[in-house]
């Protein structure tokens, strides 16, 4: 009969292990930080930050954040919402946001960049950085400072092309508010094969501003026929709700809606395409390809 070997015994360590992810998980709040690894004081950070979100009330969610940047001043997500939450101008807001994106540069290095170019958001490290960088590129925006928006979007979409977080639909609406028409191009070319109704709007706008009316009637009725619910939006037939929808399907009102969300504001600044749309709205002319002249 072979000889019994001893139950392996589990080691302290392992013990010790489980017992504060346990811990972690069901009071991440009674975990400390001190003496910890910085590994573990990121993810006693990270738990914070989550139990934050889910916290009713703001004076402890307030003071989860606080911790999550206490024990790890790279915790992005939590150094947003403190920033949010202190309020004040919105000078103020840009400048702590752009802090907080040099944070997450300067804590992912430059050899990180680099080599992971292109990849970004498919690594779970690179959200929080890609997140901050979203905030400030909308208050940017939201200051009126467009040119400084529009590099932010683009150097997102370098990092992440895949684009998990839509920016693509925001820069092409200001490339267009900006009158930047190569720049809308390049992103036709490189996303205009979706069919949403944001890009095929934009291609009305984006023909027009070309000076090729031909091309702009012949966008028109495409676009018409994938979602017409944009147009009276567009041209103040229709006005946008107070509450956005949550979900949309392709051709669809909440589509609509969503679509002048992101290139309504170029429409705007290009008031005679407008007009041109309201008489093309009138008209009721079917437009066949071929006929007319291009005035580009």
Known sequence: MPPRHPRARRSTQDTEREAFLDALEFAPDSVSGAGRSRQERRMIADRLFGASCDCPDPMIAMAYALRAVRLDPACLD??????????????????????IVAVGEADLGPDFFK????????????????????????????AGRIAEAIHHFEEMLQLNPGDNQGLRYSLLGHYLEAGDLDGARRLLKTYGDEPFAMFLWARVLERYLSDDLIGAVEALQEARRQN?????????????????????????????????????????????????????????????????????
């Not at 939590?78 to 802090?99: D, H, N, T, W, Y």
């Not at 619910?229 to 399907?249: N, Q």
């Open 78 to 99: 939590a150094r947003v919402l403190l920033a949010i939450a202190a309020g004040g101008p919105a000078s103020e807001f840009i400048e702590e946001l752009e802090k």
């Open 115 to 142: 080599q992971n170019r292109g990849q970004f958001w498919g690594l779970m490290e690179t959200r929080p950085y890609m997140r901050a960088r979203h905030h400030l590129a909308l208050e940017l925006y939201n």
């Open 228 to 296: 017409p619910h944009v147009e009276p939006f567009l041209i103040g037939k229709a006005k946008l709700p107070k509450t956005r929808p949550d979900y949309y399907g392709i051709g669809d009102i909440a589509e609509a809606i969503t679509c002048v969300d992101a290139i309504g504001p170029a429409w705007k600044k290009h008031r005679e395409a407008i007009q041109w749309l309201k008489k093309e709205h009138g008209s009721g002319y079917i437009f066949k390809k071929g006929e007319g002249k291009s005035i580009h």
